[in-house]
């Protein structure tokens, strides 16, 4: 029998959330809807044993104690953009606790780019504190590739971005996670066909070179027939009772703290 999954969706908003900082502040979105209110892009995975992160940008800290999780087994790093990785040094604490590294799985590059930027996080260097111990240990993956952590099974996909690539993952065979998509090769496309459920971009309406608009979002989805599609990764344009009132039967816009289980 395949595993039950529960999904958390721990942030929904791109990657300066909603409300903005300045006078962007909530854009078109109505602050009195609780909906509206976008903590960078994350998720939770868990099954009885196991609880796998999606990204760790600057909300991290404050998704992960809003919900409670005392342990991560995993995390996957989609790409290394700053709304997806900047809060990385806050998930330290979880090794404290029993000493065993944090496993950081992402592509290649992107781990590159980690080690540039959080080289401490992963190699003890001589001007390190003699008691600090690195807290994360890198796993590098590749596009295709099938991945079990726990009772969990992944296989990750390559999608693109604009001017870079990222991962998108499917967990179990049954659910779809693709954030900061604009286009899939062939082979990653024909992978999600029918899922239970497809948490996918939908930035805004207009088009972006970086990001599905919706009219893109919801052709994929239509292509693709999941039982449920759910679109992440908003801009302050896009207001949620605004989007859902356009989103085809079976696909909503997501929210933070939605709790999906397959
Ligand atoms: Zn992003
Ligand atoms: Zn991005």
């Known amino acids: 029998m395949t595993q039950k999954l529960k999904i958390t969706v721990l942030g929904t908003g791109t990657s300066v959330g909603i409300p903005a900082l300045g006078s962007l502040g909530w854009g078109k979105c109505d602050p009195n809807n609780k909906k509206n209110k976008r903590q960078r892009c994350a998720i939770l995975v868990q099954s009885d044993d196991i609880n796998i992160l999606i990204d760790a940008g600057p909300d991290i800290k404050n998704q992960l104690i809003e919900h409670n999780i005392k342990k991560l087994d995993a995390v996957l790093i989609t790409h290394q953009h700053a709304d997806h990785i900047s809060g990385l ?71 693109n971005h604009g001017a870079i690539d990222t991962l998108g993952f499917i967990f179990n065979k049954l ?22 459920v497809l948490i996918i971009t939908g930035l805004r309406k207009n088009p972006h070179i970086a990001h599905a608009h919706f009219d893109l979002s919801f052709k994929w989805i239509k292509e693709l027939s999941p039982k449920s599609a759910y679109l992440t990764h908003l801009s302050p344009e896009s207001d949620h009772d605004t989007v859902l009132s356009i989103c085809p039967k079976n696909v909503e816009p997501a929210h933070d703290g939605l709790v999906i289980n397959i």
């Open 89 to 159: 040094d806050e998930l330290r604490p979880f090794y404290f606790y029993n000493k065993v590294k944090l496993k950081i799985y992402t592509h290649f590059e992107t781990a590159k780019f980690l080690i540039n930027r959080f080289d401490y996080l992963f190699n003890k260097s001589s001007t390190s504190q003699s008691y600090f111990q690195p807290p994360f240990e890198l796993i590098n993956i590749d596009y295709f590739q099938d991945i079990k952590i726990g009772d969990i099974n992944i296989k990750s996909i390559q999608q």
């Open 175 to 196: 659910f779809g996670y693709c954030t900061d998509v604009v286009d899939f090769p062939p082979e990653s496309f024909n992978l999600l066909y029918n899922l239970d």
